[in-house]
């Protein structure tokens, strides 16, 4: 009888914040992909374009003219999915059709007034200031009495539905918890409760004194592929020092946060040679007003692309039926992220 190998043998890994798990099958992809690697067509698109109606002095679809603005440019969003008015509602739903109004404020912060550009591309100073928009965001929508949930977010590429080029990315803030965020937080509670420590703080500790999963790390933030990451090159940006939201961050701590999302998205760029598609997303305290200790602050990156810039994972079959699976383990991933250089390819 074999002894039991991660590399080898089938097995499945806890996910300690959703409290669920996942199929890793790493016989199926004993080493990293060294086969195809087809390009995209390259992306020639101009500074300006006068037919965006995310450039600067454009219109809008609805009308509005965006000023001249020279670093973010933040906006209600002209088709947003959630409405600030509160409506008249009788709850007498049966218990097999519950539902409730829910309202909130969306938002799309432009990153830069340059529509050629992606974060990977902008210099650390710029993503700063798109970190200082994240935190005047959060503690403006969250001022708001009906607004429990502030949720920062980008949609890269075609692939993940985003619309338009233009480097940006959204705010949903709502009145309720969303589910992900409700689960990671009760999670998250519940170890607070019996250990008295960030869950979190605790997994990156160890992350940190193992470094097979560390992808890079600077002063104030580590990027680690997840233990039980889905997608195939997901990663997680995770403060060193444990504060619960985006506000908690001092100066420092700010252009370390730019810095590590520049080293991780000019990675993800180098892993095919292709502007790298992914969302992502920061996940911290709500704001309702409630003290959450056992919050702390991360970022999540979830990349659809396997083996090359056109071919990407899938949930279907068992995945959509049963749970969760991948072939390459956490392991492979981190290693190969973490060998990539910081250089974009754009610039050799």
Partial sequence: MDSFTTNNHPHRRYNPLLDEWILVSPHRNKRPWQGQNEKLPEDNRPEYDAECYLCPGNKRSNGTQNPDYEDCYVFENDFSALLQEEVAFENDSADLFKLKPERGINKV????????????????????????????????????????????????????????????????????????????????????????????????????????????????????????????????????????????????ESRAF????????????????????????????????????????????????????TVKKFMVGYEMLGEAQRDITPEQSAEILRNLTTNHYKTK
């Fill in 109 to 252: 912060v432009c990153f830069s007034p340059k529509h050629n550009l992606t974060l990977p591309e902008m210099e650390v100073l710029d993503i700063e200031k798109v970190v200082q928009c994240w935190k005047e965001q959060y503690l403006e929508l969250g001022s708001h009495d009906f607004i429990n949930y502030v949720q920062i977010f980008e949609n890269k590429g075609s692939v993940m539905g985003c619309s338009n080029p233009h480097p940006h990315g959204q705010i949903w803030a709502q009145s309720s918890l969303p589910t992900q965020v409700e689960r990671t937080q009760k999670n998250l509670f519940s170890y607070y409760k019996k250990h008295h420590s960030s869950l979190l703080k605790d997994y990156l500790d160890k992350e940190l004194t193992l470094g097979e999963r560390i992808v890079a790390e600077n002063s104030h933030f580590a990027v680690v592929v997840p233990f039980w990451a889905t997608w195939p090159y997901e990663t997680m940006v995770i403060s060193k020092r444990h504060f619960g939201n985006i506000l908690g961050m001092n100066d420092e």
């Fill in 258 to 309: 730019a810095e590590i999302i520049k080293i991780i998205t000019v990675k993800y760029d180098n892993l095919f040679e292709t502007s790298f598609p992914y969302s992502a997303g920061i996940h911290q305290a709500p704001t309702d007003r409630v003290a959450h200790p056992e919050w702390h602050f991360h970022m999540h990156f979830y990349p659809p692309l396997l083996r090359s810039a």
